[in-house]
C-alpha cells in the first residue's frame, strides 16, 4: 500500500455511511439520487475504524487491526488516535441564502409577537427588505459578511455549502451575488457551490403596475427579464451551477416556476424548486415536470406531487430551522420516506426566516419535529445532501476514492449529535485532506 500523510486510528464509531451492507434495497443504493427508505438507517458503522488519506483522497478505510500492519509511514505521517470518537463526513448543507446584506432582527420581533411571515411580506419586509439592502452593499462588504457566516459553520462541521442568490432581483445585482460566491471558494476552506434564484420574489419595480398586471404586479415582464436576460447573461459568465425558483403563494406559480427552470436547464443550469411551503399550490408536481433535482421545504405537497417527485428522483430537502422561526407546520417527512423518496435536510440560513448556521442543531429539529431517526437524519445531512448538489459521488461518505472531508466528533457515539444538540462536539475537521479546524 502507498504512504499517506494523515491516519485516522481506533476509531470509536466510524461511520462510512458506504455500501457495506449487501442486505440494503437496489434502490438505497443507486449512486448519485440519495438514500431511501430504510437505507437511510444504515451508517455502515465500523468499530475500532481506521481512515487514511493521501492528498485530498481517502485511500483506506476498514478496522484498526486488519489495516494498520499493510500501512506504510513516513516521517511525515500523521496519526491521529480517535478511541471513543466518532468520524464521520463532513456536513452538507445543500440550501442557504448566504450572500445578502443587512439583517432582519426587527421582523423576528414581529413574528414573536404573533405577525405571520406573510403580513411582513405584505408590509414590504421579508425578501424585498434584504433585497434593499443586497442592491446597496458593495461586493466586498457581502463577501466579508459571507466569509464571518462560513468561518462559523465550519465550526459546527459543515464542509460543503449551497448559495443562492435570489437578493439582487436585478441583473447587475444577481450576478454580484454570484460573484461573490466565486470568490468564496478562493478565500476559505468550505466548498461553495452557486444556484441562481433570480425568482425569489417580484421586485419593486414591477409592482404596483397599472396595465395588465395581476395584484399590481407584472408577472409577465419580470418572468420575461428572468428567462431573456438574467439566465443567459449568467449562463454565458458560467457563474451558477443550478437555477431555484420559489414556487408558493404569493410568488411564482408554477406555471412560471416550470417556464423559469426549463430556460436555465435549455441554458445548461440544473432545476430546484423551493416548493409549497406556505400553502399547496403544485409546486412538489412542477418539481417533477421538470425532474428537478431537488424540491425545497415541502411543508404542504400534494399526494400527487410527492409521486411525481418520486418518479423523476427528485431530493426533497427539509428545512425544519424554518419552520420553527416561522411558527409554521412540519414537512411530512416520515411519510416521504416510507414512500421511497430520499429526504436530506439543511439550514436554509437567511436573514429573515431562519438565521440557524449549525447543522446538528437542524439534526437535532428533525429528530424531534421530523420523525427522523439520529441515523436517519445524519445520512440526510450528508450523503443526500450531497446528492441534492449532484456530488453524491465525490462527498457525503467515507469511502476509497473519495475527497477527504471528514469531522472527528468528541461524542462515544453518533446518537449524542440530536440528543445532545446545540453543543459543539466537533473535534477536528479535515477538508480535502487538510486538517482546517483543530490539531495541526
Given amino acids: 500500500m502507498k504512504p499517506m500523510h494523515l491516519i485516522i486510528q481506533h476509531i470509536g464509531q466510524l461511520l462510512t455511511i458506504a455500501d457495506l451492507s449487501p442486505s440494503l434495497p437496489a434502490a438505497g443504493r443507486e449512486k448519485g439520487r440519495g ?28 478496522k484498526t487491526s486488519d489495516l494498520k500492519p499493510k500501512l506504510k509511514l513516513l516521517p511525515h505521517t500523521k496519526v491521529i488516535d480517535a478511541e471513543n470518537q466518532v468520524v ?25 409577537s404573533g405577525v405571520s411571515y406573510q403580513e411582513i411580506a405584505a408590509r ?70 452557486p444556484t441562481f434564484m433570480g425568482a425569489h420574489e417580484f421586485p419593486e419595480e414591477f409592482r404596483n403596475q397599472n396595465a395588465e398586471s395581476k395584484n399590481g404586479i407584472d408577472r409577465e415582464g419580470y418572468v420575461k427579464l428572468i428567462c431573456e436576460e438574467m439566465i443567459p447573461k449568467v449562463a454565458e459568465m458560467k457563474l451558477a451551477e443550478f437555477c431555484d425558483v420559489f414556487c408558493d403563494q404569493g410568488v411564482f406559480t408554477p406555471e412560471e416556476a416550470i417556464k423559469i427552470l426549463e430556460t436555465a436547464s435549455n441554458f445548461g443550469m ?11 399550490v403544485g409546486a412538489a408536481e412542477a418539481a417533477g415536470k421538470v425532474k428537478a433535482i431537488s424540491a425545497e421545504h415541502l411543508l404542504y405537497p400534494s399526494q400527487t406531487g410527492l409521486e411525481l ?12 430551522g ?50 427522523l431517526t439520529p441515523a436517519e437524519a445524519i445520512c440526510a445531512a450528508t450523503y443526500n445532501a450531497a446528492c441534492a448538489l449532484k456530488r453524491g459521488d465525490r462527498i457525503g461518505s467515507i469511502e476509497e476514492g473519495k475527497q477527504a472531508d471528514l469531522l472527528i466528533m468528541d461524542i462515544p457515539n453518533y446518537r449524542y449529535i440530536p440528543y445532545h444538540y446545540g ?17 495541526n
Fill in 423 to 439: 453543543v459543539n462536539y466537533v473535534k477536528t475537521v479535515i477538508k480535502r485532506g487538510k486538517i482546517v479546524i483543530g490539531a
Fill in 309 to 320: 417527485m418520486k418518479q423523476a428522483g427528485t431530493i426533497a430537502v427539509l428545512l425544519p
Fill in 270 to 280: 440544473i432545476p430546484k424548486i423551493h416548493a409549497d411551503e406556505l400553502a399547496s
Fill in 124 to 193: 414590504g419586509g421579508g425578501i424585498r427588505s434584504t433585497v434593499k439592502a443586497t442592491r446597496l452593499a458593495s461586493r466586498e462588504i457581502l463577501k466579508r459578511d459571507a466569509m464571518k457566516r462560513l468561518d462559523r459553520m465550519l465550526l459546527w462541521g459543515t464542509t460543503t455549502v449551497e448559495a443562492k442568490s435570489g437578493y439582487g432581483l436585478e441583473t447587475k445585482s444577481e450576478i454580484k451575488q454570484l460573484e461573490v460566491v466565486k470568490d468564496l471558494n478562493d478565500l476559505q476552506a468550505i466548498e461553495v457551490m
Fill in 35 to 62: 438514500r431511501v427508505g430504510s437505507s437511510m438507517s444504515d451508517l455502515g458503522i465500523i468499530e475500532d475504524g481506521l481512515v487514511a488519506i493521501e492528498n485530498d483522497r481517502i485511500v483506506a478505510v476498514g
Fill in 88 to 112: 464521520m463526513p463532513g456536513f452538507v448543507d445543500c440550501h442557504t441564502h448566504l450572500v445578502y446584506g443587512g439583517s432582519r432582527e426587527d421582523e423576528f420581533e414581529m413574528r414573536a
Fill in 322 to 371: 424554518t419552520s420553527l422561526t416561522i411558527k409554521k407546520n412540519y414537512a411530512p417527512a416520515r411519510k416521504m420516506i416510507e414512500m421511497g423518496i430520499p429526504v436530506a435536510l439543511a439550514t436554509d440560513h437567511n436573514p429573515g426566516s431562519c438565521t440557524i448556521e449549525n447543522l446538528p442543531f437542524i439534526i437535532g429539529l428533525a429528530c424531534l419535529y421530523l420523525g
